[in-house]
């Protein structure tokens, strides 16, 4: 898995001996000496993962990493503040900067490139989710940004065997999150698929295994987008980079400081915080992608979808598939009496009746203008008929208000219905016969359903 790295440090000899040691692993490596430079490259060249070293002169690494996390164009990057200090003060303030790791030189090589793998992959991720976002705000389904990015606060799931240490974080974080601790594996696994923002888990526990727990979050479908935060003891390097290697999205050494927890889990919150509100936003546009604006129903494209599906799955010897077209009656009428803000009024409503009226398994669609398809799973022409019956009634029976409930309008709708025949049926053959229903029930005065068995 290879990366786009930009190293900042103004000491050449550093930026050369971090370049070499990167080229060699099949890294795509630029450089910049000073903060400005780092800042304008950043936005210019997008890099995957940004080196940054902390003591250069003008604009330090600290002030750097705020302003690349303040800027909506490079706050998804991720940063890894490189110094030859190694103070808990100067460690703490890195992440509150907004960085993702703190190195310190001489640089370990192991934990370098373990870094830089872990960050590679978290990386493309929400490069991933960002791309897509970007689409649907190109077609345009996708809105603004939501408010609730600004959130504080999350749910933490503690899974750790010493109880002590466990209190001793749900205390510290209670101040500012919603901690629940789970010292039995089994539990805590099926309390991970709850509403939980972040997990916090000893990889040191002597009763589990904590990077096979870690493991299983990430290989449930159900949980594998969550945020790990894994305690490990430092000098323990084998599982240290293990722990990064399986996909924990960060490691807090022991033993714990509670700032530096505060500081990790903040981080991380904040980051799926990012990528659920990229993910909801990726949903959303789905579904508009399928569903009429006007309406709220459906639309032609998710109705061909489904129905081929079914009339395939009734082919092959499962259960027979119906549908219904429906056409309002006169409708051109009403919007050339009353205008088109009245007919969408009626649309609109008449897609409430529609909903209201099918079965649960139904799939009501708005195939277009004033023409609706509901699609029948597992039914039968003479049920078809009888639930097309009922919605006509319940159209024909009940006037609807429009021009802000000022005016009572009558509306009646006809309605052809068809069902699927046997091996030989296609989905145009259904959508045919049940038109046919139509204009036989509007030539027959409208206001009427028509089955049409073949």
């Known amino acids: ?57 003008g604009m330090d690494g600290f002030q750097v990493c705020r302003r690349l996390k303040d800027d909506p164009e490079t706050r998804h990057i991720p940063v890894v503040l490189v110094t030859a200090l190694d103070g808990r003060s100067d460690r703490i303030l890195g992440l509150e900067a907004g960085a993702d790791e703190f190195l310190t030189k001489p640089i370990d090589d192991v934990m370098l490139f373990a870094r830089v793998r872990s960050l590679t992959r ?27 990015l600004g959130g504080t606060g999350g749910r933490i799931l503690i899974v750790d065997d010493n109880e002590r240490q466990a209190e001793r974080i749900s205390s510290e ?5 919603r901690p629940i601790v ?8 099926i309390s991970a698929k709850g509403p939980v923002d ?17 493991a299983q979050i990430r290989s449930d479908e159900a949980t594998r987008h969550l945020p790990i935060l894994a305690i490990v003891d430092f000098d323990e390097r084998t599982r240290l980079v293990k722990s990064l290697d399986l996909g924990v999205s960060d490691i807090l050494p022991k ?20 990528t659920d509100y990229l993910r909801d936003n990726l949903d959303h546009s789905l579904e508009l992608a399928v569903t009429d604006q006007l309406t709220g129903l459906h639309n032609r494209r998710y109705m061909t979808g ?18 219904l077209l429906i056409d309002i009656d006169f409708f051109k009428r009403i919007n050339d009496s009353y205008g088109h803000d009245v007919g969408d009024e009626v649309l609109r409503e008449f897609a409430v009746r529609l909903a209201s009226n099918v079965r649960a398994i139904d799939i009501p669609c708005r195939y277009g203008g004033e023409e609706f398809v509901v699609v029948m799973p597992d039914t039968g022409l003479v049920d078809a008929e009888r639930i097309a019956e009922r919605i006509r009634r319940h159209v024909a029976g009940s006037p609807f208000r429009v021009m802000s409930g000022s005016e009572l309008l009558s509306v009646t709708i006809s309605i052809g219905v068809a069902a699927s025949l046997g091996a030989s ?17 509007k030539a027959q005065g409208r206001n009427k359903v028509i089955a049409r068995a073949a």
Do not use: C
């Open 1 to 57: 898995m290879t990366a786009r790295i930009l190293v900042v440090d103004d000491i050449e000899a550093n930026v050369r001996l971090l370049e070499a040691k990167l080229t060699a692993e099949y890294y795509e490596v630029f450089s910049a000496y000073d903060g400005a430079t780092a800042l304008a490259k950043a936005v210019a060249e997008k890099p995957d993962i940004i080196l940054l070293d902390v003591m250069m002169p």
């Open 122 to 148: 978290l990386k493309m991720v929400i490069d991933e989710l960002r791309d897509r976002e970007a689409s649907g705000r190109r077609m345009g389904v996708i809105a603004g940004a939501s408010a609730r």
């Open 173 to 177: 974080l209670s101040i500012e999150h």
């Open 182 to 189: 789970e010292t039995d594996l089994e539990k805590a696994l």
């Open 198 to 214: 972040l997990i916090i888990v000893n990889a040191m526990a002597k009763t589990f295994d904590g990077l096979r727990f870690s």
């Open 255 to 274: 033993p714990i400081d509670p700032q530096e927890l505060s500081a990790r889990v903040r981080t991380q919150i904040k980051r799926k915080r990012y």
């Open 306 to 323: 489904q129905l081929d599906a079914l009339v395939k799955r009734s082919v092959l010897g499962g259960d027979p598939v119906a549908i």
């Open 425 to 441: 049926e296609r989905p145009e053959m259904l959508l045919k016969r049940a038109d046919e229903g139509v204009y036989e029930a």
